[in-house]
């Protein structure tokens, strides 16, 4: 399996791919998070590390489970 890059930039870019097709900004999305657009900014770059409930907050606000959007992630590292 190959993992070129961390766990954290992926899960950040699995989520900007899901929030673009969305069709959401990142203001939007935030605000629908209840966080602010600055952290979800920091969170798709691969910046913070964020907690497990947070994680879980996004993947709701993407209409997912946060196993699914863990799968995704899983996924996009084959």
């Not at 798709?44 to 497990?52: A, K, M, V």
Request: hydrophobic share 35%; proline share 3%; with cysteine.
């Amino acid at each position: 399996m190959k993992r070129s890059k961390s766990l954290t930039r992926q899960l950040g870019s699995v989520i900007r791919d899901l929030r673009v097709k969305s069709g959401m900004s990142q203001v939007i999305f935030g605000e629908k998070c209840g966080f602010y657009q600055t952290y979800i900014s920091r969170i798709e770059g691969g910046s913070p590390n964020p907690t497990i409930n947070a994680i879980e907050i996004i993947a709701k606000a993407l209409n997912l489970s946060i196993f699914e959007l863990m799968e995704m992630v899983r996924q996009s590292q084959e």
